[in-house]
């Protein structure tokens, strides 16, 4: 199949083509490169990717409409992995315009494409910052989320409204899967984990919000990658009626303390961190947790990767590679 990765220079979006690749794929990857974090990180993702013959990239903001046009037109895609997106609940705070041109703008090119050159399918990325507000746990898919806390948050909702939209319109066969703290090599440096790495290897002080009470599902980066590519080929069992758009969450389905996930990378890094201990952030939600049970049974998702063997392969990244 030949398709396109949006975002592919991104933490998720890397690990994704390099998996389609080995899985015999033709990938064209695109990528606006900005500045949001590390360009040089993003630049080293990008030249392993470009190391391989079936992958070929185009600098390309989302937001171009006159330039998505062109490359759908004259690319032929048969599927569309859209990854790119401006990330990051509390850069949303000071930093709205971003997430509208490339959250929603951006989104809607993509669309538009799809929807006029027929691809097949495509598989596009949401959040677990949809469910906001919501206080059930764990979070299902079935819940409401008309709550969110961020502007990020509420992007990733409009995309989720636009997908079922364009899926209704036009018979667009698109899947939305919302990705729960994501982590690994590679990584984005925005991250909490990243950061702590960074700040616990270089003596500085990390931030701990709301006292270190808190709770995320995270999920391992082989473990979403496994997710993704179970459905890129084709739409989930039953997902053509009657509208042919389906949401599933891709985690770990298991709430880890924050500071049980701070006192692992520190045994990893072989450091203890000085911490500052900070009220709630602005955007924040104090915990996530993924009800899978629709992801296993459509598409057999099971993640594999506990919290501690996860952050044992970051940190063998980290330190070997990142700081090389």
């Known amino acids: 199949?030949?398709?396109?990765?949006?975002?592919?220079?991104?933490?998720?979006?890397?690990?994704?083509?390099?998996?389609?690749?080995?899985?015999?794929?033709?990938?064209?990857?695109?990528?606006?490169?900005?500045?949001?974090?590390?360009?040089?990180?993003?630049?080293?993702?990008?030249?392993?990717?470009?190391?391989?013959?079936?992958?070929?990239?185009?600098?390309?903001?989302?937001?171009?409409?006159?330039?998505?046009?062109?490359?759908?037109?004259?690319?032929?895609?048969?599927?569309?992995?859209?990854?790119?997106?401006?990330?990051?609940?509390?850069?949303?705070?000071?930093?709205?315009?971003?997430?509208?041109?490339?959250?929603?703008?951006?989104?809607?090119?993509?669309?538009?494409?799809?929807?006029?050159?027929?691809?097949?399918?495509?598989?596009?990325?949401?959040?677990?910052?949809?469910?906001?507000?919501?206080?059930?746990?764990?979070?299902?898919?079935?819940?409401?989320?008309?709550?969110?806390?961020?502007?990020?948050?509420?992007?990733?909702?409009?995309?989720?409204?636009?997908?079922?939209?364009?899926?209704?319109?036009?018979?667009?066969?698109?899947?939305?899967?919302?990705?729960?703290?994501?982590?690994?090599?590679?990584?984005?440096?925005?991250?909490?984990y990243f950061k702590f790495a960074n700040a616990i290897t270089e003596g500085r002080p990390i931030d701990v919000y709301n006292d270190g009470d808190m709770l995320r599902d995270f999920t391992y980066i082989d473990d979403i990658v496994d997710g993704i590519t179970s459905l890129i080929e084709a739409p989930a069992p039953g997902a053509s009626d009657p509208i042919p758009h389906r949401v599933y969450n891709l985690g770990n389905n298991r709430p880890e303390k924050l500071m049980d996930m701070i006192t692992l990378l520190e045994q990893k890094l072989g450091k203890t961190a000085v911490k500052n201990f900070l009220p709630m952030q602005p955007g924040d939600v104090y915990s996530t947790y993924a009800d899978i049970e629709a992801t296993a049974r459509d598409i057999g998702f099971s993640p594999k990767t506990s919290l501690a063997d996860g952050l044992t392969h970051f940190a063998d990244w980290y330190q070997t590679r990142h700081q090389a």
């Open 1 to 192: 199949m030949r398709i396109l990765v949006t975002g592919a220079a991104g933490f998720i979006g890397f690990h994704s083509a390099t998996r389609l690749l080995d899985a015999g794929h033709e990938i064209v990857g695109i990528d606006n490169m900005n500045s949001y974090y590390d360009i040089g990180l993003k630049g080293r993702r990008l030249a392993h990717l470009e190391a391989r013959d079936a992958f070929s990239f185009m600098k390309l903001d989302l937001a171009d409409r006159d330039g998505m046009a062109h490359l759908f037109e004259t690319s032929g895609f048969d599927a569309v992995l859209h990854l790119g997106a401006q990330a990051g609940v509390r850069y949303s705070i000071d930093n709205p315009f971003a997430y509208i041109d490339s959250n929603v703008t951006g989104t809607l090119t993509v669309l538009e494409g799809c929807r006029h050159h027929k691809v097949r399918h495509l598989v596009y990325a949401s959040s677990s910052s949809v469910y906001g507000g919501n206080t059930k746990q764990p979070f299902s898919i079935e819940d409401r989320v008309d709550d969110p806390v961020s502007l990020y948050a509420a992007t990733k909702r409009s995309n989720e409204l636009m997908c079922h939209t364009y899926a209704r319109l036009y018979g667009v066969p698109i899947t939305g899967l919302r990705f729960f703290t994501v982590y690994g090599p590679w990584g984005r440096p925005d991250m909490a």
